[in-house]
């Protein structure tokens, strides 16, 4: 399963760790010269600036750099170095078994999702993705296992189990099942760590708290009906203000914050009412949401590859819901560039191993609307900028998504000018061809 570059990785990463026995045992480091460099602000490449990598961190940028005794020195040959790429709205547990299947009769342990997840790890660092915010499912395994240098994997700001209503998109149960308060079972999403289903107050604090517990580094909600689901309308607000506002409690008593699915123009209004940050979707606002989302520093985690690759197999009633909501993502990004809405990068690849493999698509997709400078901004520092939201929640301290003096060293060499084509990044076997995450290189092909 795992890369032939994971090997050489793991021993380095090992190294990295081993406890000091002397002074001199400092990192000589790494120097990458000759490179053509995106910070992650751009829009222009900067050139003639040599990299300098030591402890898992940028030590230093600048022109004919000292090179260390001992370091290792990297020639780009005029490559394209780029920040790793950040990906803000992924499920791990959710690239090989889709949620039909952990909600039927013969859904498979959590042990399997967690193997599961791992692959999709590994798979989506071999896309350039070195960080990944998870917003629904059984992720940490994944990500406690690449920290520790197990597997080879990104960095996993996991949310856990996304809190939805009974009813709700997170209940993808059958109809017919009643709540465990009235004597229903324990359901299978919930037993496979994808979502946790409330009613009231109460059981929301107890959810949110129960996440923060186990790792959370932010608080995912379903307050609207979702394509995946069949029984929630997506026109339907779910969950009452007081209950999002229990959530927004919990999360901010923890330095962090909430992050919702949510579509419509009633339910985003009433997210920001309550505390939400972060809208994810958003696809049909209207002139008034896009202000109000503006004035209140809110963010928009949107996707567009998702919403035009349905798999027929949704049946009659979701696929009218996808159509729906796709029908609002001219709109929507057209109301964010005008109004000044901060955007990220994310991607929303589920169900299989393919719709997953189509990940980097999802660049040349923003094109309708934004320029490929603008686009790699989202992926990159845009999505960074949104990380830190998490504060003291967020698992690694530091700077992601921009090549600037100590922030960590992820970095991507590109054979090619994704500025000018930015649909290259679609062939990432071709051309990926240096992958370093926190200094350690995953993938070396020059």
Not at 248 to 258: K, L, N, P, R
Request: proline share 4%; net charge negative.
């Amino acid at each position: 399963m795992f890369s032939k570059y994971f090997l050489a990785a793991t021993f380095s990463i090992l190294a990295v760790s081993a406890p000091a026995v002397a002074q001199d045992d400092a990192d000589p480091g790494t120097v990458i010269t000759g490179a053509r460099i995106f910070d992650g602000l751009g829009p222009d490449l900067i050139e003639g600036q040599d990299v300098l990598i030591q402890d898992g961190m940028i030590a230093a940028i600048g022109a004919g750099l000292d090179v260390p005794e001992g370091a290792t020195v990297i020639d780009a040959e005029g490559r394209v170095m780029t920040p790793g790429f950040i990906d803000m709205h992924y499920h791990l547990s959710l690239c090989t078994v889709p949620v039909a299947d952990m909600a039927g009769s013969y859904a498979p342990d959590l042990d399997y999702i967690g193997i599961k997840a791992a692959g999709a790890a590994e798979d989506a660092l071999m896309r350039g993705f070195t960080s990944l915010r998870d917003v629904g499912g059984a992720s940490w395994g994944a990500k406690l296992a690449a920290d520790r240098g197990e597997i080879a994997g990104p960095r996993v700001w996991p949310s856990l189990r996304a809190i939805s209503q009974f009813g709700g998109h997170g209940d993808a149960n059958p109809r017919f099942m009643n709540p465990r308060e009235f004597g229903g079972p324990e359901n299978n999403l919930e037993r496979l760590g994808y979502s946790r289903i409330v009613n009231g107050r109460d059981d929301v604090l107890v959810a949110a708290r129960e996440n923060l517990k186990r790792g959370a580094s932010q608080i995912k909600m379903h307050l609207a009906g979702g394509v995946g689901t069949e029984f929630d309308p997506i026109d339907g607000r779910q969950f009452i203000k007081e209950e999002i506002e229990a959530a927004v409690e919990v999360a901010d008593g923890f330095g962090t914050y909430v992050t919702a699915h949510v579509y419509t123009v009633d339910g985003i209004k009433q997210a920001i009412e309550a505390g939400v940050r972060s809208i994810e979707h958003g696809n049909l606002i209207n002139d008034e949401i896009a202000q109000m989302m503006a004035d209140n520093d809110i963010w928009l985690s949107p996707q567009v590859l998702v919403y035009r690759t349905f798999s027929p197999d949704l049946g009659p009633v979701r696929l009218a819901k996808g159509r729906m909501v796709e029908a609002g993502l001219d709109t929507m990004f057209t109301l964010a560039k005008e109004y000044g809405i901060k955007i990220a990068f994310g991607t929303d690849v589920v169900v299989n191993p393919e719709a997953c493999a189509d990940q980097n698509r999802e660049f040349a997709a923003r094109l309708d609307w934004f320029t490929p400078a603008e686009i790699l901004t989202q992926a990159t520092a845009n999505s960074g900028e949104l990380l830190q939201l998490s504060g003291d929640r967020s698992p690694y301290t530091g700077i992601v998504g921009r090549l600037v003096e100590g922030a960590h060293a992820d970095l991507l060499l590109i054979d090619g000018n994704p500025l000018e084509d930015i649909s290259i990044l679609e062939d990432y076997e071709t051309v990926l061809d240096l992958i370093m995450k926190g200094g350690t290189i995953y993938k070396n092909d020059l």
